[in-house]
């Protein structure tokens, strides 16, 4: 239940950041989804959903926060069910075109069943140019032991 109250108020947090922002040029705000990974070849993925905030830099640099909550729990093991839970901070690079790469380093703070921390995070992926928004597709790896697989789509403000 605790776990649950914490991800509701990081929720409501990101959806008021982002009500706050809609007068402010340059933001963008967005939900994706997809497969969280343990790693280890008798783990089963789980499937979570998020929220993404990010903004400009300079150039092709931007910055992104992302809120992901797992909702589908995967399996660590023969009978461990597992769910994580995250925080995360990035810079991001992304080539220029329709359709582009996307590379991203920060810092996450994640929770999952069995530990928590803070740790260096990285992913790589393409960008879509779809209408006003863009369409990402990307691999991230959250902490050591787990990576993400998700779509997600990113809209400006």
Not at 83 to 94: K, L, P
């Amino acid at each position: 239940m605790k776990k649950f109250i914490m991800a509701f108020a990081m929720v409501m947090a990101l959806f008021s950041a982002g009500a706050m922002a809609q007068g402010t040029q340059g933001l963008w705000f967005g939900g994706k989804a997809g497969f969280q990974k343990p790693h280890g070849s008798d783990n089963d993925p789980g499937f979570g959903v998020g929220a993404v905030l990010g903004g400009p830099i300079q150039g092709n640099l931007s910055w992104e926060a992302e809120l992901m909550l797992g909702v589908v729990e995967g399996e660590v093991g023969s009978n461990n069910d597992w769910n994580v839970n995250s925080v995360a901070g990035y810079a991001v690079y992304r080539s220029t075109g329709d359709i582009h790469i996307k590379a991203k380093l920060g810092v996450s703070r994640w929770d999952d069943d069995f530990d928590d921390d803070f740790n260096l995070t990285a992913g790589i992926g393409l960008g879509f140019n779809m209408g006003r928004g863009i369409l990402d597709v990307e691999y991230t790896q959250i902490n050591p032991n787990t990576d993400y697989v998700t779509v997600g789509y990113i809209l400006p403000f």
